[in-house]
């Protein structure tokens, strides 16, 4: 059931919000997730869930653990298996910033959805590039 926010939450969902565009646009640009920002995610969505929800506090703080490590374990795969990097560590805090707001039940669906839109704009971006030339 969704509820609508109090006049005190919307701080938070703003600051919520604007962090992840932020976010979006600093790695649209430069291909980097700065630590203040992805730290700052982190800490807020925290703070939400103690001062709004505390009875998820316990669900957000697994959340942030679950989603640094799982791309944590997913870097090292990678890293051992190709010798080169794969993933970013703003990746690694990104998703634990949202584990934070989100809980760990969602990560899962949070890879999914991101996975499924990069995999469905390199299509379209190869497609697009296939007719121009």
């Known amino acids: 059931m969704f509820t609508s926010p109090t006049l005190f939450e919307l701080p938070f969902l703003a600051l919520y919000t604007g962090l992840l565009l932020r976010l979006a646009w600093i790695d649209y640009r430069c291909m980097l997730l700065p630590d203040n920002l992805t730290y700052s995610l982190l800490w807020s969505g925290l703070l939400y869930q103690l001062f709004f929800i505390p009875e998820n506090l316990a669900t ?21 298996w190709r010798k080169c990097e794969g993933i970013g560590y703003g990746d690694m805090k990104l998703l634990a910033a949202l584990g934070a707001w989100h809980g760990w039940q969602s ?5 999914f959805t991101a996975s499924s839109m990069g995999l469905f704009l390199v299509l379209i971006t190869k497609l697009l590039r296939k007719k121009i030339i």
């Open 60 to 80: 957000s703080v697994l959340g942030v653990i679950c989603g640094y490590l799982s791309l944590w374990g997913l870097y090292w795969i990678y890293f051992y």
């Open 107 to 111: 990560l899962g669906w949070i890879l």
